[in-house]
């Protein structure tokens, strides 16, 4: 049973489409993280949120917004997609008393 | 500034031999510290991690690690790389408490030679 699933893995869309991603953790954790990770490897963090209420926004453009439904889910819209937002992006979850960030499987992000 | 330096990008070594993974931070707090490995088309998956007490941490797969404050390092160490380790590390920086952001480092990618 996956801990921290995202939908879907791999979106191939055209520039200026919006497109959204799905995270769900089932592992009971409060905190839940998008993280986008570009070509060269480096991760980034986009958003944080704990119990609902978010947390942490790393001047991200506008054409990202999160959504936190409930503690287990935080999906992703995007916006009037633009080439540089080609990445993998991860959603991660955590227990901020333990502190060790959960990882899905990432979902490959390509603007054509 | 907070950040998290991991100096190798590539790191070619042969089955069988030691292997150290560098990692450096700067961290006004007290930080907790990971190590992550990532196989290709993967997820990250924790190695281990340092939170406080002994400065020497086990991991999965036979990683250690040993956090030195004076030197503000993280280093990863195995003493004998198998093949299935090749995989991208890295190396991250949170705060000790009640944290909600992870830095971390440009990763490091390890090869290995047969």
């Known amino acids: 049973d996956t801990a921290v699933s995202q939908t879907p893995k791999y979106l191939v869309t055209q520039m200026g489409n919006d497109k959204s991603i799905k995270c769900e953790q089932n592992?009971?954790?409060?905190?839940m993280y998008w993280y986008k990770q570009d070509s060269k490897k480096f991760l980034k963090i986009m958003f944080s949120y704990n119990n609902k209420e978010l947390i942490i926004n790393e001047t991200v453009p506008n054409r990202f917004s999160p959504k936190s439904p409930d503690k287990a889910h935080l999906n992703l819209h995007i916006n009037s997609l633009e080439l540089g937002d080609s990445a993998v992006y991860f959603c991660a979850s955590s227990q901020v008393a333990t502190g060790e960030l959960f990882f899905g499987e990432g979902s490959r992000l390509t603007v054509l | 500034a907070q950040s998290v330096t991991q100096p190798d990008i590539h790191i070619t070594v042969s089955e069988g031999a030691s292997l150290e993974l560098r990692c450096n931070y700067s961290?006004?707090?007290?930080?907790?510290l990971f190590w992550y490995v990532q196989s290709p088309g993967q997820g990250l998956q924790l190695l281990l991690k340092?939170?406080?007490?002994?400065?020497l941490v086990q991991g999965i797969k036979g990683f250690e690690a040993e956090f030195k404050r004076s030197q503000s390092s993280f280093n990863l160490r195995k003493p004998s790389v198998h093949w299935s380790d090749a995989a991208e590390y890295f190396c991250?920086?949170?705060?000790?408490?009640?944290?909600?952001?992870?830095?971390f480092g440009t990763g490091t990618r390890l090869k290995v030679l047969a």
């Open positions: 961290y006004g707090a007290t930080p907790y």
């Open positions: 592992l009971g954790h409060d905190t």
């Open positions: 991250a920086v949170g705060a000790a408490s009640g944290t909600y952001k992870y830095i």
């Open positions: 340092y939170f406080s007490g002994d400065t």
